[in-house]
Nanobody, 121 residues
Framework: EVQLVESGGGLVQPGGSLRLSCAAS????????MSWVRQAPGKELEWVSS???????TYADSVKGRFTISRDNARNTVYLQMNSLKPEDTAMYYC???????????????RGQGTQVTVSS
């Protein structure tokens, strides 16, 4: 059974930083691309970033230069370092196995319970 447990969210002021973690189990983590997606209130799921099994990273234009995805295959964990946070980054953040291509086609149906990030002064 695939399990994904996100953590690290919270309330932060604009310009602040947070580091999200996602602990995965139930599949061979190192063989899979891993992605972060987010959902703001009243909006659809939005792809944020992906780390391929070959450690290539991609980012949405809205977070490029501010967010960094990384992974520790020994710990079956993917991270999202978020710097220079803006109010528009406020959302529930989820991790999911798979690339952006497949995730969007499958509606990101396999994701964790999420961790809330709120950026507000």
């Amino acid at each position: 059974e695939v399990q994904l447990v996100e953590s690290g969210g919270g309330l932060v002021q604009p310009g602040g930083s947070l580091r999200l973690s996602c602990a995965a189990s139930g599949f061979i983590f190192s063989n899979y691309d891993m992605s972060w997606v987010r959902q703001a209130p009243g909006k659809e799921l939005e792809w944020v970033s992906s780390s391929s099994s070959g450690l290539l990273t991609t980012y949405a234009d809205s977070v490029k230069g501010r967010f960094t995805i990384s992974r520790d295959n020994a710990r079956n964990t993917v991270y999202l370092q978020m710097n220079s946070l803006k109010p528009e980054d406020t959302a529930m953040y989820y991790c999911a196995p798979g690339s952006r291509y497949w995730g969007e086609r499958l509606g990101w149906s396999q994701r964790g319970q999420g961790t809330q990030v709120t950026v507000s002064s």
